[in-house]
C-alpha cells in the first residue's frame, strides 16, 4: 500500500496501520474532523465567502441573498437555516492519554513506590479468566529482536519484553473495551472479575507501548506518547492492523511480528500481549520505571521464588475458568525455559454442579435486576469439596465451600436496598461467596480477601474468603459507605457468613479423631484476630448463623469418649477454666458436654449468650431434674465418696451470691453425720456445725458430715434460712434439757467452747438467756452454779491484782475460772464471758455491795498497805458513793483513813478535818485542838472521795486573811519569812487559780499596806522600793534600793506584785529628761537618753507629754564621717558640742538603714540627724514631726551647697571625700522617684541639679555640669578631641547612667550636641579665621558624629542654624555650602564661586556626601552641584537596529547574567559588615536598561541656563535612580566593542553598583570581564586570578532561605534561650513545618528594671524581606553542634556503666526533662498576658517530645506522655474564653493576679505609691494634647472616606489604629506626662498599662475594646504588612469591609469612652487655681 510520508514527501510502500479510535466518541470524532480536514469549494465570481460558514451553507445563503436583492418574495427565510452549519476550530477540556493513564496508575498505586510484579500479574490473570481462558502462559522474553525490518519509530521497543498468552481470542466487545480509559465494559457485567480496578491498564508500569496479537487476525498497538506508531493522535493515541486484509504487514515488518513467540505459542485460537519492558533512557511521562538488563534478571528470580510460587498456587482457588498458570523464560538464545507451571485439580462432578450453579444464579440475578423476582426468590445452595492446586515442586490441599443466594430471612431495610440496587442501571453484583482452608498444614494460613483473585486485604481469619465485593479501583479496600458498602454488609451478613457455618459443618463430617478436631478448631473463626471491623462483624454473624439456623457443628464427647457434633442449642460448653470432675459427673449423667474450652470462648467473644456454659446454676438444674432414690448410703450413688460430692458442691457454692443456699432445695447433695445421703429440703434443715454434734448425742441426723460441711458458712450479719441452717443458743436452749446425765464436767467445757465461739460481747447476756438454767459458772468454794444463780457473785476478773490480793485476803466468795480451764478454754474466756451476769469487781460500788451481803467478809483484816489500795479503788468511783447513803456508810465504816500522826482509823464513830499542808502547822495547831474531831492528813488525791463522805477542808486564804496578817509584826522574822514564802509559792497560785475577784482584790490590798521589808530597823511596805532592773529609775532620788536578799529572780516577781515600783510616770519622764543634761560623761549621756527614748516609744503618754519631752534638748549629736576639710568648708546645722532635740529631726530606722543612707551624709548642711541609736516610735515620730528619710530638696540643696563652698582648689583628701559625698548623694536620689515626669516635684527638684559642677572630671580642680557629661560615648569617637565642649562620663559614675540622663546628660552624643560643637566653633572663629590644627580635629569628629549619629534609625536634627567646615577650613553656615558630588563638574565649572563643603572622607565618612547629606533636613541641608550644575544628554543618532541590535542586547545579557554578578562579588574587595549591602546593590545590574546609539552629546546647564562650550560629544552615559539604572552606548559591530567604550562601561557599572555606597571594586578587573567573550571565558579568567569559582561550604546563606532537611534537626527549640545580634537563627514559617534563615539584628527594649524571661524576649530579625520583622522568641530556633568525637567516646563509656548507674543517671534525665516541661507550660499558662504564646510553645514542645521527631527512645515517649498530660491539666486550669462577658472577666482576673503577686509595700514603696499617686494627680497639659486628639478625629474622617468608596479597607483598618493610638496619646499627654518613648511608640499595650495608672481612668472598658481589636487580628503591622496571615494572604485579601466596619464601631467606641473620660475630669489650670 503506497503513502507518503509527512516529512519528505516522498510516496513508499507500506501497510497500513489504522489508528485506533474510541469508540466510545467515534461518531462524533469523525465529524470533528471531517469538518476540519475537508476542503472548501471556491466561491462565486463577484461574491465573498464567509470563512467560518460551511461551503454548502454559503451557497444556500448567498441564493437567498440574492433572490432578495431580485425582488423575489421569499416566503420563510427561517425554514432553510437548518442546512446552515457553522464551522468551529477544535476547542474544549483536554486531557492527555499519558496523563490520564499516570492519574490511573497513581490512584491504582496509592502512596507505594509502585505496584510488583504480583499485582500485575494478578491483574493479567483476571483479564484471561473474564474472557473465559482455561489457561494462561507468562513467558519473559529476555531477547533483543533484530530492527532492521521495522519503523523506524519502533527500533527502540525491540528489547526485553514480557509476554502473556492464554487459550481465548478478543471479540469486537472486547477490541472496543480495551481502548477505554477507567470505563470498561466489565463496569455493568456481573459475571466478571474485573469490574472494578484499573485492568490492563496496570501494564503501563512496564512499558510505554503494550501491543497484542488476538487469533493471528488482529494486532491492537496502544501509544499515549504518540511516539511509537505511526499516524497515532490525541483522539487515537494507537493503532491496528487487520492481518486478514493487510496481509503484507507481516512480511514488510517480520522483525515485529517476532516478538509475539512465533514458533513457541500458538497463535489461532489465542491471544498474546506484548508489553516491551521500558528501557533506561526511555523518558516517559506515564511511569519512571525502567529496566535495566540487573532489573530483568531479577524479575527472573522473583518468578523462580517459592513466593512466587505459593501466590499462584492461591490465584487458582476461586477462578472461574482459569485452571493451569505457566510461566517461562525465553534467554537470549531464544530457547524458551518453563519455570514453574501451577495447575488446579478438582473433581469433574463438582466442577460441573458448580459451573451449573454460577449459570443459574447469574440467570437468575438478571430476572432480579429486570424485576421479574424478588431477592428472597433467587435459589440458594451451597457446596464443599476438596481442591488440589500443584506444580512440579509443591502439592497443596484445599477445603472449600461456595455458596449461593441469600441466606437467612431478610430484615425490611436490606429487602429495601437489594430491591433498589439491583434496580439500577449501574454495577450488578452476584450473590456467591466461598471459603476456602488448607488442609494439611499445622501453621495458620495467612488470609486474604478474593474478588475471585487475592486482593491484597489480610482478615486476620484462619480461612481465604472470596465475595462478589465491591472494591475501591486500588483493589486494595472494600467499600463501606454509599450502597457498595451497604452491599458488602449484606454480602457479609447472608452469603459470607452461612457459607462460613457451610464450611465448618461439612468438614465436621470428616472428623474421626482428635486430631481432626484440632484442625477444624483451627478453622473455627476468633473475632479478636479479625483486622478490622468489617470482618470482626463477619465472625460475630457466623455464630449468630449457627445458633439462628440449629447446625450441628459444635463438638461433643459422649460418656465412651467418642466425637460428634450437635446443635450449639443443645449442648453444654466447657468454660475457659474447665473442672475435670464436674464434667466426667455429667457425663456419667448422659449430659452433652463439648470440652473444648476454645468453642465457647470464642462463641462468647462473638457475644452470643443464648448458649449454656457449664456453671452453677446449669449443673444444679441438672441435678434437680434427676430422680435419684433419697436417704442411700453416698458409696451407692454417682458421687461415689466424699472428695466428688465436695468438689460438686465447692463448684456449685462458688458461684452462689450472698451465701444463698435455698438456691440447694431439692439437690441431692446433702451428706449427714451418718455418711447417708439426702436431699437438701427446708422443711428437714440439718446443721453446718458438725463440731458440736456432741452437745446433741442423741440426734445425729441433724448436722451435715464433717467433710461436706467445710463448704458452708454464714456471714456475720447474715440470718440463715433454707434447707442449711447454723446451731444458735435459741436452738440449743430448745434441744438440751435441764438436766441429763452427759452433762459432766467435760459436757460443759464443750458448751463453754460452743459459748466461746458463737457469743458476742455486746449482746451476750441476750444470746445466753436460753442458757440460764444450765450450769456454767465455777465458784471459789468450788461449786458449779447456773447463770441465773450467779447474779449475786463477785467476779475479780476486770478489778486490779492489788484488788485481787485485798479480796482474797478479806475472803470474799468470787468467781474461780480455774475450775474449768484448759489449753482451749483459758480462764480469760471463762471471765470473759461470766461477768457480765455477776457483780463487777471493777466497780468500787459493787464491791461494797458485795461485802455487806457477804456475811462470810472480814474488814479486820485489812493491812496498812491494803488501806492506800482500797483509797486508790474506791476514790475512782467516788460519784457513786456520793449518791448512796449506804455505800457511804460502807466507806466509812472501813479502817482506812490516816491522821496526823500515821495511825489508819474508821470514821464510823467520829468527825475529820482537813487542814491545808502549806500552812505551817504549829501556827495553827492550838486553834485545830479546840475542835472534837479528827485531824487528818492533807491528801490531795483523795479529795474528791472524802468530799464524797462529807470531810471538810480549811481555806487558807482565809486563814491569812483572819489569823496571820492581824499579827504579822509581832512574829519573829524567821517566821515572817517563812509565812511570806508559803505566800509566794502556795497561797498565790491559789488565789489566782481558784479565789474570786472579790477575794483576790482584798487579799492584794492587805498585802501591798503590810510593812513586810526590813529597812534602817523598820518594815516597809514594797512601795517604797525600786526595780533593779528598771536603770531609768535610778534618776529619781526618793526611791529606796531593795535589799539583797530580796533582790533575786526568786522575789522580785512577788515583791513586784506586792507593790514594788517597777514603772515611771509622765512627770518622772520629764525630770529624766532634764537629768540627762547634767551627767558627766558623753557615753553616759548616750545611755540615759536611750532608755529615755525606749520608755517613751513603749510607754503609753499623753501626747502633751512626748510634745514637751520632743521640746527638750537631751539627744548627743553623732560626727560626720567626713574630711575635716570639707566640714569646716561646709559645716553642720548644729555645732557637734550641743544637744539636740526630737522636734523636725532626720531619724534613723534600724542599724541597717543607717549604713544604707547615711542621714549624716546626705544633708548635713540642711537638716539636723538623730544618732543610728535613736529609735523612734511611730507616735513619737509624729508628734516630732521626724522622717525616716530626707527629702529629695534636702539632698539637693545639700549638693549646691557643697558645691558653693567649694574653692576651685581643694587637697587631694579633700577632693576624695567630696567625690564619696556625691555618690552617696546620687545613689539615694535614683530612688526616691523614678517617674521623671515633667510635673513631678522630686524630679523637678532632681532637674533643678543640671546646672550645678559635682561631676569630676580629668582632673581634681575640673568640676563640670551633667549637661556636659556623655554616658555612652561611642567606641569611634574620642572625647579628648572634643575638649572642653564635652567630656566623657567617668567610669565610676557608671551607676548613674540613668539619673544623669534625666539630669541632663545625654546618653550618646545626639545630632544636636555635634550640631552645637559646629555652632561653638563657628562662634569661636567666624566665617573668616581658619581653624586651627587642633581645632581641626575637633570640626572633623564632630562632622563624623553628626552624619554617623543621624544615619541611626529614630535620630533628627532640630537645631538651626547649622555650621560645616568648608574645603577652606573656614566654618561656614551649612545652607551657603556645596556638595561636589561629581569631580568632572568640579573641573568643568571652575570660578564659578561655589563654596564647597568639606571632603567628607577627610571626616572618616566612607559614604558619599550625596547620600550623607539627605539625613540633614531640608531647610539646613547643602546644595548638590549635580543639582544645581546638571548634566543634560541628546541622542543624535539612535542605533538604526534598534531592538534587533544584537551589540547592546550582549551588553545587556552579561549585565543580567548571575555569571557576572558572581563575578563582580569575588573580585570586589568589602569589609565583611558591608556584605550583605553589596550582595543586594550587585542586584541592581539586574534592573539596567541598555540603549544603543551612534551619536551622543552630553552639556551643562546651571539653573537651566545651559553653559558656554560645555557640549561634548560621548561614547556612554549612565543615569543612575534609586530603583534602576539606563546605561546609553555607542553602537559597535562586534561585542565588546572599542577599548575606550570598555573602560566607560566599567565606570558606568561600577557608578551604578556603587550607587548607595562607595565599595571598593578594581575598574580594570572588570573591564578584563566585559573582554570575555563566554561565561566560560570569565570562570577561566577568575582561576588564572586565584579566585575560587566553587561552591564553598563557609559560604553563609541568605536570610529567607529554607533549611534543608538534612540539617534542619539541628535546629533545636529551647525556651530558655537567649539570642544574640548577628547570629543566624531558624525561624519558623507560618505553616508550621518549614523553618528559614533569618539573622538576629537586635532585642528589642520591653521595660526598665525588671529581668526579662527568655520566653517573653522579642527580636528584631531580618528574614530577607528588606524590612526588620519582630518575633517572639518562641518563635526562633537555635542551631546545635554535631556532637564531637569526645562526646561520643563519653557516651560509649558512659554506657558501658553498670545497668544499674545507666538506670538511675536516665531516670534523673526523664525527671529533669518533665521538671522543665511542667516548668515551661506553668510559666505560660499562668500569665494571661502570654496567651498568644501559648499555642506556639505547645506545638514546639510536642515538636521536639514527639518520638517521631525526638527518636523512639525512652526518653522521648516518657516526656511525651507527661507533657501530654500537663497540656491538658494547664489548659484546664488556666482555660479563656471567648464571649464578652468572659474578657471582661479575664481583665479582672489579671489585674487582680498582677496585684496578688506584688511584694509587701515596705514604708519605702508607700512613699513611692505616694509619690507616684501625687504625680499622677497632677494636671495635664491640655494644649499639648489637642493636637494629638484634633489629628484623630480627622483620621477617623479619612478612614470613613475609604470604607464609603469600598476601596483600600486594610489602610481604613491600619488608619484606625493610629487613631486609637493617637487617642491614647492624647490622653495620656492631657492627664499627667508622657515619655518620648511612650510617645513614640506602636504598642497599645504599654500605652494602655499607663493609662491604666491614671486615677479614675475607664481601664476596663478600655481593656474589653482593646482585646476585642485583638480578636479581630488588627494591628499597625497586620494592616500594612504582608506575611502575617496564613496561606501567604495579603493584608488586601483578608480586610473586607465587615471586618472594617467592626475595626471602625471598635474605634469610635474608644473615642467616645476617652473622650468622656476628658470632659468629666478636666485638668486644673492655672487660672483655676489662683481664683481659687
Request: hydrophobic share 35%.
Amino acid at each position: 500500500m503506497a503513502t507518503r510520508d509527512c516529512k519528505t514527501g516522498k510516496v513508499r510502500n507500506t501497510a497500513t496501520i489504522k489508528p485506533l479510535q474510541s469508540t466510545h466518541n467515534s461518531s462524533r470524532d469523525a465529524k470533528a474532523e471531517d469538518s476540519v480536514k475537508g476542503k472548501r469549494l471556491p466561491a462565486q465570481p463577484g461574491q465573498k465567502t464567509n470563512p467560518k460558514i460551511k461551503v454548502d451553507s454559503q451557497k444556500v445563503c448567498n441564493e437567498k441573498i440574492k433572490a432578495h436583492q431580485d425582488g423575489e418574495k421569499v416566503l420563510d427565510f427561517s425554514a432553510h437555516m437548518e442546512a446552515v452549519r457553522p464551522c468551529f476550530n477544535k476547542f474544549g477540556q483536554h486531557e492527555p492519554a499519558t496523563v490520564r493513564i499516570k492519574n490511573i496508575i497513581t490512584q491504582y498505586v496509592g502512596d507505594r513506590d509502585g505496584c510488583g510484579i504480583e499485582e500485575l500479574i494478578k491483574e493479567l490473570l483476571q483479564n484471561s479468566d473474564d474472557s473465559q481462558a482455561t489457561e494462561i502462559h507468562f513467558v519473559l522474553d529476555k531477547r533483543t529482536l533484530p530492527n532492521s525490518r521495522v519503523w523506524k519509530e519502533w527500533k527502540s521497543m525491540q528489547g526485553p519484553a514480557l509476554c502473556v498468552h492464554n487459550n481465548s481470542v478478543f471479540t469486537e466487545k472486547d477490541i472496543e473495551s480495551i481502548q477505554k480509559l477507567g470505563v470498561g465494559s466489565k463496569s455493568i457485567d456481573p459475571d466478571k472479575t474485573g469490574q472494578f480496578g484499573i485492568g490492563f491498564n496496570v501494564v503501563y508500569q512496564l512499558t510505554d507501548c503494550p501491543i497484542l496479537l488476538s487469533d493471528h487476525k488482529d494486532i491492537c498497538m496502544f501509544d499515549p506518547h504518540l511516539k511509537y506508531v505511526p499516524g497515532a493522535c490525541d483522539e487515537r493515541p494507537g493503532g491496528h492492523v487487520d492481518l486478514q486484509q493487510d496481509t503484507n504487514f507481516a512480511k514488510l515488518f517480520p522483525d515485529f511480528m517476532a516478538g509475539f513467540l512465533r514458533g513457541q505459542v500458538s497463535h489461532a485460537g489465542s491471544t498474546i500481549f506484548r508489553l516491551p519492558l521500558r528501557q533506561p533512557n526511555a523518558n516517559s511521562q506515564i511511569c519512571d520505571m525502567t529496566f535495566s538488563p540487573p532489573d530483568v534478571e531479577a524479575m527472573e528470580a522473583t518468578f523462580q521464588s517459592v513466593e512466587f510460587r505459593m501466590f499462584l498456587h492461591s490465584s487458582l482457588l476461586f477462578t472461574k475458568h482459569l485452571g493451569q498458570v505457566t510461566v517461562s523464560v525465553m534467554g537470549s538464545d531464544g530457547k524458551l525455559q518453563k519455570k514453574v507451571e501451577v495447575r488446579r485439580l478438582m473433581p469433574h462432578s463438582k466442577q460441573q454442579q458448580l459451573a451449573s450453579m454460577q449459570k443459574k444464579l447469574l440467570y437468575e440475578c438478571k430476572l432480579l435486576a429486570a424485576g421479574k423476582i424478588k431477592p428472597q426468590q433467587v435459589t440458594t445452595g451451597s457446596l464443599s469439596y476438596s481442591m488440589q492446586t500443584e506444580d512440579d515442586y509443591l502439592k497443596n490441599d484445599w477445603f472449600i465451600n461456595q455458596t449461593f443466594g441469600l441466606h437467612g430471612l431478610l430484615n425490611a431495610e436490606d429487602y429495601k436496598f437489594l430491591l433498589s440496587f439491583y434496580g439500577e442501571e449501574s454495577k450488578k453484583f452476584l450473590p456467591i461467596a466461598g471459603i476456602a482452608t488448607k488442609l494439611h498444614t499445622k501453621s495458620l494460613l495467612s488470609s486474604h480477601v478474593y474478588s475471585f483473585l487475592p486482593l491484597p486485604i489480610k482478615t486476620g481469619l484462619p480461612v481465604h474468603i472470596n465475595g462478589h465485593f465491591a472494591i475501591h479501583s486500588s483493589r486494595r479496600s472494600i467499600w463501606e459507605h454509599t450502597s457498595f458498602g451497604k452491599w458488602n454488609r449484606v454480602l457479609r451478613d447472608y452469603i459470607i457468613g452461612p457459607a462460613y457455618c457451610h464450611l465448618l459443618m461439612d468438614f465436621s463430617k470428616e472428623v474421626r479423631s482428635p486430631a481432626d478436631v484440632k484442625r477444624w478448631l483451627r478453622i473455627l473463626p476468633e473475632m479478636v484476630k479479625a483486622k478490622d471491623e468489617y470482618f470482626a462483624s463477619l465472625v460475630g454473624r457466623v455464630y449468630e448463623y449457627m445458633v439462628e439456623a440449629d447446625l450441628p457443628i459444635v463438638p461433643v464427647s459422649t460418656q465412651d469418649g467418642t466425637i460428634s457434633f450437635c446443635s450449639p442449642n443443645k449442648c453444654l460448653f466447657s468454660p475457659a477454666q474447665s473442672n475435670q470432675v464436674v464434667e466426667a459427673v455429667l457425663l456419667k449423667l448422659n449430659q452433652k458436654v463439648c470440652i473444648y474450652s476454645e468453642v465457647g470462648l470464642k462463641f462468647k467473644m462473638a457475644t452470643i449468650n443464648k448458649l449454656k456454659f457449664i456453671n452453677s446454676v446449669v449443673v444444679l438444674d441438672c441435678l434437680k431434674s434427676l430422680n435419684l432414690q433419697l436417704s442411700q448410703p453416698l458409696s451407692k450413688t454417682a458421687f461415689t465418696d466424699t472428695a466428688t460430692l465436695n468438689t460438686m458442691l465447692g463448684f456449685i457454692l462458688g458461684e452462689v451470691a450472698s451465701r444463698d443456699y435455698g438456691v440447694l432445695e431439692g439437690a441431692p447433695l446433702c451428706l449427714t453425720s451418718d455418711l447417708t445421703l439426702r436431699l437438701f429440703s427446708t422443711s428437714s434443715p440439718v446443721f453446718i456445725d458438725s463440731e458440736y454434734s456432741s452437745l446433741l448425742p442423741e440426734l445425729p441426723h441433724m448436722f451435715l458430715h464433717a467433710d461436706v460441711a467445710s463448704n458452708f458458712s454464714f456471714a456475720t450479719n447474715q440470718k440463715p434460712s433454707g434447707p442449711i441452717r447454723s446451731l444458735n443458743f435459741a436452738q440449743l436452749g430448745e434441744l438440751l434439757p435441764a438436766t441429763a446425765e452427759y452433762m459432766d464436767y467435760k459436757w460443759t467445757k464443750q458448751l463453754w467452747a460452743f459459748v466461746k465461739t458463737h457469743a458476742i460481747k455486746s449482746e451476750i447476756t441476750q444470746q445466753l438467756s436460753p442458757l440460764l438454767h444450765l450450769p456454767l459458772v465455777p465458784l471459789s468454794d468450788g461449786r458449779v452454779v447456773s447463770l441465773k444463780d450467779a447474779s449475786q457473785i463477785l467476779s475479780m476478773a476486770e478489778a486490779s491484782k492489788n484488788m485481787q490480793t485485798v479480796t482474797e485476803a478479806m475472803g470474799v466468795l468470787r468467781l474461780n475460772p480455774t475450775l474449768l480451764s484448759d489449753e482451749k478454754l483459758t480462764k480469760s474466756d471463762i471471765n470473759h464471758l461470766s461477768t457480765p451476769f455477776m457483780l463487777n469487781g471493777a466497780l468500787p460500788s459493787s464491791f461494797l455491795k458485795a461485802i455487806d451481803m457477804d456475811n462470810t467478809c472480814n474488814v479486820k483484816k485489812i493491812k496498812m498497805e491494803h488501806a492506800e489500795i482500797l483509797l486508790q479503788y474506791l476514790n475512782l468511783d467516788h460519784e457513786a458513793i456520793k449518791s448512796d447513803v449506804d455505800l457511804q456508810k460502807t466507806t466509812m465504816s472501813l479502817p482506812i483513813f490516816e491522821d496526823v500522826d500515821g495511825i489508819y482509823k474508821s470514821l464510823k464513830d467520829n468527825s475529820g478535818v482537813i487542814l491545808d499542808s502549806c500552812i505551817p502547822t504549829h501556827g495553827v495547831a492550838q486553834w485545830m485542838e479546840k475542835s472534837h474531831c479528827i485531824l487528818l492528813k492533807e491528801k490531795t488525791v483523795y479529795n474528791t472521795l472524802y468530799e464524797a463522805i462529807g470531810l471538810e477542808k480549811k481555806n487558807a486564804v482565809e486563814v491569812y486573811l483572819d489569823d496571820i496578817f492581824p499579827s504579822f509584826q509581832q512574829f519573829d522574822a524567821e517566821l515572817r519569812l517563812a509565812h511570806l514564802a508559803s505566800i509566794r509559792t502556795s497561797v498565790l497560785p491559789l488565789l489566782e487559780a481558784y479565789a474570786d475577784s472579790v477575794t483576790q482584790e482584798r487579799f492584794w490590798s492587805r498585802l501591798q499596806l503590810l510593812p513586810c521589808i526590813p529597812y534602817k530597823m523598820e518594815l516597809l511596805p514594797a512601795s517604797h522600793f525600786k526595780d533593779p532592773e528598771v536603770e531609768l529609775l535610778s534618776l529619781l532620788p526618793h526611791l529606796h534600793t531593795l535589799p539583797l536578799m530580796f533582790a533575786d529572780d526568786e522575789w522580785l516577781p512577788f515583791l513586784r506584785k506586792a507593790g514594788l515600783k517597777v514603772s515611771i510616770t509622765e512627770c518622772e519622764l520629764l525630770q529624766c529628761a532634764d537629768a540627762v543634761t547634767n551627767l558627766t560623761t558623753a557615753e553616759f549621756s548616750e545611755t540615759k537618753a536611750k532608755l529615755i527614748l525606749e520608755t517613751a516609744s513603749n510607754g503609753t503618754f499623753s501626747k502633751e507629754t512626748l510634745k514637751k519631752l520632743c521640746e527638750i534638748k537631751f539627744i548627743p549629736q553623732d560626727s560626720v564621717p567626713v574630711d575635716s576639710t570639707l566640714l569646716e568648708l561646709s559645716p553642720s546645722v548644729i555645732p557637734s558640742t550641743q544637744y539636740m532635740s526630737l522636734q523636725q529631726a532626720l531619724m534613723y530606722e534600724n542599724d541597717k538603714h543607717r549604713h544604707v543612707f547615711r542621714h549624716c551624709v546626705l544633708c548635713w548642711t540642711t537638716r539636723t540627724v538623730l544618732p543610728n541609736w535613736a529609735v523612734l516610735s511611730t507616735d513619737l515620730s509624729e508628734i516630732a514631726a521626724a522622717e525616716s528619710r530626707p527629702t529629695v530638696a534636702d539632698v539637693c540643696q545639700h549638693m549646691k551647697n557643697l558645691c558653693d563652698s567649694l574653692p576651685d582648689k581643694i587637697s587631694l583628701s579633700t577632693f576624695k571625700s567630696f567625690r564619696k559625698v556625691v555618690h552617696y548623694c546620687l545613689d539615694y536620689l535614683q530612688n526616691p522617684c523614678k517617674c521623671m515626669k515633667r510635673k513631678c516635684d522630686n524630679c523637678a527638684v532632681i532637674k533643678s541639679l543640671k546646672h550645678t559642677p559635682f561631676i569630676c572630671v580629668k582632673n581634681r580642680h575640673l568640676r563640670v555640669k551633667p549637661t556636659q557629661i556623655i554616658l555612652h560615648m561611642p567606641a569611634d569617637i574620642d572625647a579628648d578631641l572634643l575638649y572642653p565642649y564635652v567630656f566623657n562620663r567617668p567610669t565610676d559614675m557608671a551607676k548613674y547612667d540613668d539619673l544623669l540622663h534625666y539630669i541632663g546628660a545625654a546618653s550618646t552624643p545626639s545630632p544636636d550636641l555635634y550640631a552645637e560643637i559646629l555652632h561653638s566653633l563657628w562662634l569661636d572663629f567666624g566665617s573668616s579665621h581658619t581653624l586651627q590644627t587642633n581645632d581641626k580635629q575637633t570640626a572633623s569628629l564632630a562632622v563624623y558624629g553628626l552624619f554617623t549619629s543621624l544615619c541611626q534609625q529614630g535620630q533628627r536634627l532640630t537645631m538651626q542654624p547649622l555650621c560645616l567646615p568648608s574645603d577652606k577650613a573656614l566654618m561656614s553656615l551649612s545652607t551657603e555650602l556645596v556638595v561636589p558630588d561629581s569631580e568632572s563638574l568640579v573641573k568643568t565649572i571652575k570660578d564659578r564661586g561655589y563654596q564647597y563643603m568639606c571632603s567628607l572622607s577627610s571626616c572618616s565618612l566612607t559614604k558619599p556626601a550625596k547620600e550623607l547629606i539627605f539625613y540633614l533636613p531640608e531647610a539646613v541641608r547643602p546644595k548638590l552641584l549635580s543639582q544645581l550644575v546638571k548634566e543634560q544628554v541628546v541622542v543624535n543618532t539612535p542605533c538604526d537596529l534598534s531592538l534587533d541590535c544584537p551589540f547592546y542586547g550582549t551588553y545587556e545579557a552579561r549585565l543580567h547574567s548571575d555569571k557576572f554578578k558572581q563575578a563582580l562579588w569575588l573580585i570586589s574587595r568589602v569589609s565583611e559588615n558591608k556584605r550583605d549591602e553589596f550582595s543586594n546593590d550587585l542586584g541592581r545590574l539586574k534592573l539596567v536598561e541598555v540603549t544603543c546609539f551612534h551619536h551622543l552629546y552630553g552639556y551643562l546647564s546651571e539653573q537651566g541656563r545651559t553653559l558656554e562650550n560645555s557640549m561634548i560629544e560621548k561614547i556612554t552615559h549612565v543615569e543612575n535612580t534609586l530603583g534602576s539604572a539606563k546605561l546609553y552606548i555607542q553602537h559597535c559591530d562586534a561585542y565588546p566593542g572599542i577599548a575606550a567604550l570598555v573602560n566607560e562601561v566599567a565606570a558606568a557599572i561600577k557608578s551604578i553598583v556603587c550607587y548607595n555606597e562607595n565599595y571598593y571594586i578594581d575598574s580594570g578587573a572588570i573591564v578584563d570581564l566585559l573582554n570575555c567573550a563566554s561565561e566560560e571565558d570569565i570562570d577561566q579568567y577568575l582561576i588564572e586570578q586565584g579566585l575560587n569559582t566553587r561552591e564553598d561550604d563557609m559560604s553563609r546563606p541568605k536570610p529567607g532561605t529554607i533549611i534543608s532537611k538534612d540539617v534542619r534537626d539541628l535546629f533545636l527549640y529551647n525556651p530558655d534561650m537567649v539570642f544574640q545580634p548577628k547570629e543566624y537563627v531558624g525561624y519558623a514559617m507560618k505553616n508550621g513545618e518549614d523553618l528559614i534563615y533569618a539573622k538576629v539584628i537586635r532585642e528589642t527594649e520591653q521595660g526598665e528594671g525588671e529581668e526579662i524571661k527568655p520566653i517573653l524576649r522579642v527580636y528584631d530579625i531580618d528574614t530577607g524581606r528588606g524590612y526588620p520583622v519582630q518575633v517572639n522568641s518562641t518563635d526562633l530556633f537555635k542551631e546545635s553542634r554535631r556532637q564531637s568525637f569526645d562526646e561520643c567516646r563519653q557516651i560509649m563509656i558512659s554506657n558501658k556503666k553498670s545497668p544499674a548507674h545507666s538506670a538511675k543517671q536516665g531516670n534523673a534525665i526523664v525527671e529533669e526533662a518533665k521538671r522543665t516541661v511542667t516548668k515551661l507550660l506553668n510559666e505560660v499558662y499562668s500569665d494571661p498576658t502570654l496567651w498568644k504564646q501559648r499555642d506556639k510553645v505547645k506545638k514546639m514542645l510536642l515538636l521536639k517530645w514527639h518520638p517521631d521527631k525526638a527518636g523512639d527512645s525512652i526518653l522521648a515517649n516518657e516526656v511525651f506522655k507527661h507533657l501530654k498530660s500537663e497540656i491538658d491539666r494547664v489548659e484546664e486550669k488556666y482555660s479563656l474564653s471567648d464571649d464578652e462577658d468572659s474578657v471582661e472577666e479575664q481583665v479582672y482576673e489579671w489585674e487582680e493576679v498582677d496585684a496578688n503577686h506584688k511584694p509587701p509595700a515596705t514604708k519605702k514603696d508607700q512613699t513611692d505609691q505616694l509619690a507616684d499617686s501625687e504625680s499622677a494627680a497632677m494636671k495635664g497639659d491640655i494644649e499639648a494634647a489637642q493636637p494629638w486628639l484634633k489629628q484623630a478625629e480627622c483620621d477617623l474622617v479619612t478612614a470613613q472616606h475609604l470604607i464609603d468608596a469600598n476601596t483600600g479597607y486594610e489602610w481604613a483598618a491600619h488608619i484606625c489604629c493610629e487613631v486609637i493610638r493617637k487617642l491614647m496619646v492624647g490622653t495620656i499627654i492631657a492627664k499627667q506626662d508622657i515619655t518620648t518613648e511612650l510617645e513614640s511608640t506602636r504598642l497599645n499595650t504599654k500605652l494602655f498599662e499607663t493609662i491604666r495608672r491614671i486615677p479614675n481612668a475607664p481601664s476596663d472598658q478600655l481593656a474589653v475594646h482593646l482585646m476585642e481589636l485583638n480578636k479581630l487580628k488588627v494591628d499597625e503591622t497586620t494592616t500594612r504588612q504582608p506575611g502575617t496571615f496564613l496561606r501567604n494572604a495579603i493584608p488586601s485579601q483578608v480586610f473586607d469591609r465587615e471586618m472594617c466596619m467592626k475595626v471602625k464601631n471598635l474605634t469610635i467606641a474608644i473615642k467616645s469612652l476617652l473622650s468622656e473620660f476628658l470632659n468629666n475630669s478636666q485638668p486644673m489650670t492655672d487660672a483655676n487655681t489662683s481664683k481659687d
